[in-house]
């Protein structure tokens, strides 16, 4: 053995060799139930970064173990086209060479962002490789195969046939600037102070934050409640500037201690009134684009942006004597998550999916624990999204994405919905020329199905032998926008929930416990990390001192101690292999370990063995990692080799067997240190498909 581990050596190789052997595919044999896990498929455009890190860490441990446990594992990798977020990316690469996604056509933006995806794909897959991730490569999937798509387009068909699909004009949280609507989940609500004016509607006075959409007014509304305006209702107010009549309507939903207690109602562009509109059947006017920009309203405000034709619309009513007072009010907006603007409430055509018999079937599996939350924390906020969750709106106004497959015929506007294939005629009245919705889904539709949808299309019998999967893991902030979307779906489409277990891990952060972010100059480059330090190190580092479900801290500091402990363990072995022993008869049995210190440690590596085994079925793996790291260091190196110098030949078969059993422990956890110290001792076969300890 070489004096010290130079991981540069030896990790690709051991690399290649894994994956030549076939170890990576589960070998189903005998009724060894199979263990699963289905990757959260990082971005494919993008490389890896710390938090991709972790979870490939914390997953290749568990699937490691349970392979070694002798169950048919796998973990299945993948790819996600990441729709609206690679075609943000992709646009701001236009505006870098002074275009935009409005100088070309639908075909030949996606074409253009297909290409660019390609030329970045497969960084993403090497770098899951430098990192050891021991998955299934032959049964990778990307989130646009065709054979992926087709299964998509299935699955919207059915919720329409069953009445779960409908189409309706809706309050959509519209974003100017990204030009597409964004469900409840991705709007960012934040708290700030406005001016509050308080303008004159002739009979009744109404603060507003919004002068500009007074022109969408098509009521006032006042809570039945309020003794102030008791005599107004069924009257009418007047609104400044182009003096049109609207009714005074009483409406619960109104808040009697905000501004007069009288509200204008602007369906179009708010939430609540477009709520109080719908009741009372009242006219949508709206009068902002989609592209923030004013419309159907008097002719010196159409074309101003929202926020130019305010101050505008607010000289305007100041010199008409139509503002009484003006105050400050502090509220909360909501705004894109993407580039943190303000959200434009906007009346649109969307696809929406009635969610109610979803989430009653997802509540009922969660509460019956057919689906297990790890950390019943989790457990209760997947509840809580779920019994709030309102209709869900998967229309997406890019091209980035699977387009939806909905044809509207020109003569009678019905729309015509098929698994895939262009309909010859419409369903409705046969004419003949149709089109196609240019929306796309949102991408939580799509990789919402992902567990079943890789297994349906993979290899023959790959959906009855591995669903439902064992566990999904994955970070906590998609915990509402994935997780339970994929229960959903999953029991809607297959009748069985997706996985039995949930598995949230928490955030890497820096030193001093702050998120890592480019903005911040903190980013720890995982790859970096693991050609600087070997990946076992980088690993080690990422389970390290917190259990997986917390926030973690890490910084190099503690990925280089995690490199001496490697050393250590090649030390160790460089000792126990410098006299090998030439008993074969070794490990067979524990009863011919007379000697007390041999007692001893064979006693200790059996707590261990227990320890260690307990942590990684509960996904304690910090625990796990700290067990086997101070037994190796502290017991087996520090006090049984130091003891055992002086008997050197009589002690080496407790020596081996303690080595061979130490290296299938900490496996998982540093899989190339181990293998390659495995292969200096000769044994046949590989460390990865040995089994584990008893
Ligand atoms: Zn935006
Ligand atoms: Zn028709």
């Not at 990316?89 to 074409?111: C, I, P, T």
């Not at 068909?157 to 409908?166: A, E, I, R, S």
């Not at 199905?449 to 906590?476: C, H, N, R, V």
């Not at 590989?686 to 300890?693: A, H, K, M, T």
């Amino acid at each position: 053995m070489e004096p010290r581990y130079d991981h540069t050596k030896y990790e690709a190789d051991i690399y290649r060799k894994w994956e030549k052997s076939g170890a990576f595919s589960p070998q189903v044999t005998g009724h060894q139930p199979p263990f699963t896990i289905i990757m959260p498929p990082p971005n494919a455009n993008d490389p890896l970064h710390i938090g991709h890190a972790r979870f490939i860490a914390i997953e290749d441990i568990l699937i490691r173990y349970h392979r070694m446990k002798g169950e048919p594992t796998l973990w299945l990798p993948g790819s996600d086209h990441a729709g609206i977020e690679t075609q943000f990316v992709f646009e701001k690469k236009l505006r870098e060479k002074g275009k935009s996604r409005f100088d070309y056509d639908r075909d030949a933006l996606y074409k253009m962002i297909w290409d660019y995806v390609q030329e970045n794909t497969g960084t993403m897959e090497s770098q899951l490789k430098k990192i050891g991730a021991s998955c299934d490569w032959t049964r990778f999937k990307y989130t646009l195969d065709p054979e992926i798509i087709e299964i998509v387009y299935k699955t919207f068909k059915k919720l329409y046939d069953d009445g779960l699909v409908y189409r309706g004009e809706r309050i959509v949280n519209f974003c100017p600037r990204c030009g597409t609507a964004y469900s409840q989940l991705e709007v960012d609500y934040v708290e700030r102070d406005d001016n509050f004016y308080y303008l004159d509607y002739g009979t009744v006075t109404i603060a507003t934050t919004r002068p500009e959409t007074i022109f969408a007014d098509v009521a006032v509304a006042v809570n039945p409640k309020d003794k102030r305006y008791e005599k107004l209702i069924g009257k009418t107010a007047k609104i400044p500037l182009i003096n049109r009549e609207v009714p005074v309507i009483e409406d619960n939903l109104v808040n009697i201690s905000v501004g007069t207690g009288a509200l204008k109602i602007t369906p179009a562009h708010d939430p609540t009134d477009f709520e109080i509109g719908q009741t009372h059947k009242l006219p949508v006017i709206s009068v902002i684009d989609e592209k923030g920009r004013m419309t159907g309203t008097p002719e010196k405000y159409v074309g101003m942006k929202a926020e130019e034709a305010r101050a505008e619309v607010v000289k305007d009513l100041e010199a008409a004597g139509k503002i009484k007072k003006i105050d400050v009010i502090h509220h909360t907006v909501g705004t894109c998550y993407k580039d943190h603007g303000l959200i434009e409430p906007m009346v649109s055509k969307q696809w929406y999916i009635n969610v109610e018999p979803l989430t009653k079937k997802a509540l009922k599996a969660i509460k019956s624990k057919e689906v297990r939350f790890a950390v019943k924390r989790y457990e209760k906020i997947a509840i809580n999204w779920l019994k709030n969750l309102k209709d869900w709106n998967i229309s997406r106004q890019i091209v980035w994405g699977i387009r939806i497959p909905a044809w509207r015929c020109g003569k009678c506007l019905e729309w015509t919905i098929t698994d895939g294939e262009i309909p010859q005629e419409c369903a409705s009245c046969h004419n003949g020329i149709l089109k196609q919705d240019d929306d796309t889904f949102d991408t939580w539709f799509s990789s919402g199905q992902w567990p079943f949808i890789t297994l349906q299309t993979g290899k023959s019998g790959d959906f009855e032998k591995f669903y439902p999967t064992s566990i999904m893991e994955t970070a906590y902030d998609i915990l509402p926008f994935w997780v339970i979307r994929m229960i959903m779906l999953g029991l809607y489409v297959t009748g069985k929930v997706p996985f039995e277990a949930v598995v949230i891990h928490g955030l890497v952060r820096d030193r001093e416990g702050q998120k890592i972010s480019k903005s911040k100059g903190n980013v720890i480059n995982p790859i970096e990390m693991a050609e600087k330090y070997g990946a076992d190190s980088l690993r080690m580092g990422l389970i390290w001192g917190g259990l997986i479900e917390n926030d973690i801290t890490l910084d190099e500091q503690k990925i280089n101690g995690q490199r001496k402990f490697a050393n250590k363990i090649w030390n160790v072995a460089r000792f126990v292999l410098t006299n090998k022993s030439t008993n074969k008869q070794i490990s067979k049995s524990t009863n011919k370990f007379t000697n007390e210190d041999d007692k001893w440690i064979i006693e200790e590596l059996k707590q261990t063995t227990k320890k260690v085994t307990k942590d990684l079925d509960k996904y304690r793996l910090n625990e796990a990692a700290a067990e086997i790291y101070d037994f190796i260091w502290h017991r087996f190196a520090d006090v049984y080799i130091e003891k055992v110098k002086d008997r050197r030949e009589d002690a080496q078969p407790t020596l081996e067997k303690v080595l061979i059993d130490s290296l299938k422990l900490l496996h998982p956890l540093m899989p190339f240190v181990t293998e390659q110290i495995w292969n200096e001792m000769g044994n046949k076969g590989l460390l990865i498909s040995s089994s584990w300890p008893k």
